[in-house]
Each structure stands twice: as C-alpha cells, then as structure tokens.
C-alpha cells in the first residue's frame, strides 16, 4: 500500500446574526486541512500521483 499526504492552512472569518455574544462581532478562525491519497498500484512514473496534482485538488 502507498500513500502520499499533503496539508494546506487557510483562515476565514464569520459573524454569527441575531446571536447575543462574542460571536455576533466578525471573528476569525484558522483551519489546517490533510489530504491523503492511498493506492496500491504505481503509475509508469513509479509515482501514486503527482504531488502537484494533489496539492492543486486540495
């Protein structure tokens, strides 16, 4: 079994309305996101996928 992993970080921010509190004001949140890929056979390349690829899907 092969597999190849890849993570990306992002932040967005949101306001909660007609909410009494803290989350009513625009706040922000950060976000960190994996993605693994797993295959059991390799490509002529001798790759499971090229990471390029994987990192631009993500």
Do not use: P
């Not at 079994?1 to 989350?23: R, V, W």
């Not at 890929?37 to 390029?52: H, P």
């Amino acid at each position: 079994m092969y597999e190849i992993k890849t993570q990306a970080f992002f932040s967005a921010a949101h306001h909660l309305l007609n909410y009494d509190g803290e989350c009513e004001n625009q706040h922000g949140h950060n976000w960190m996101v994996e993605a693994f890929v797993q295959g059991e056979v390799l490509n002529k390349s001798n790759i499971l996928i090229d990471y390029k690829v994987l990192k631009k899907e993500l």
